[in-house]
């Protein structure tokens, strides 16, 4: 297994070493044991530009994840699930909101972008929103579980 995790911005102080352990037992637990990803943290100026860039949307955002499970060249590294790419700023708005810590609110947004890898998408529609609700609600609970 390999996870990479690299945080860009310097507000915050993250706990890098406790998030590559959790992602590493979600994916165990996944069946994925040989699972590559990657793991960016960054500022909102930094995510306004991917965003804009690759969606197409002109503002910030609190997480992207990118895919090397899809396309035509997707067979090539099987194991490679692909990024993902938090805003620790908007992560720490969203967390002050909801009432829990930024550490809380980080670990539903790398959930979020991972089940995003693994071919959920909540914009196709209600049933698929609903199922990749179901599939995020599954994993945190098993991580609230070891907690």
Known sequence: ??????????????????MRTQLGRVLRRLGLPN???SVLFIGDTAMRTLNRRYR??????DVLSFSMQEGSYSRIQPDMLGDIVISV??????????????AREIECLLVHGLVHLLGYDHERGPRDARSMKRMERRILGELSDEA
């Open 1 to 18: 297994m390999n996870i990479r995790i690299k945080n860009n911005q310097k507000k915050q102080k993250l706990t890098i070493a406790r």
């Open 56 to 61: 197409g949307k002109n503002t910030t955002t």
């Open 35 to 37: 699972a590559e990803l």
């Open 89 to 102: 700023p908007r992560a720490a708005q969203q967390a002050g909101t909801a009432g829990h810590s930024l």
